[in-house]
């Protein structure tokens, strides 16, 4: 069982040790900026689906080309920092064999929806849409 340890006697939290504290203390923000992405990423998501809707396409593939190039610049950033080099569930190394990755984007919120929206204009340059 993860989470806050709980004295069930008081029905209230245990205190926490300082380092897990402190990090409780961060968690708002990351709250705001995880609801941020998500609400972005969801936008993305339906404008794709209007854009295929509208154009008769049924089906919206990554090029693996540039799902790569996104891979490759993502690792990239995350090499930069300790993220890249410290063995954590971030770069999959919590799982025996599992290839070394990074999932999130730490190139700024504002990078992101710059690149989605390139992608956008370019009539989502880097992915095959189809009619199946």
Known sequence: MGGLPLDLSRRRP??????????????PQRAVEHG?????QGDYALRIIA?????????????ADAAAAWTAH???????TLFGAAPSWYTGANIAGKARGFLPYIGGFKNYI??????AAA??????????
């Open 14 to 27: 245990a205190r926490l040790p300082e380092p897990a504290r402190a990090q409780r203390a961060r968690q």
């Open 36 to 40: 941020a992405h998500l609400g972005q």
């Open 51 to 63: 854009h295929c809707r509208a154009n008769g396409y049924t089906s919206i593939e990554a090029r």
């Open 74 to 80: 993502s690792l990239e950033l995350a090499d930069r």
């Open 114 to 119: 710059d690149h989605c929206e390139e992608i």
């Open 123 to 132: 009539d989502y340059r880097g992915f095959v849409l189809s009619s199946r």
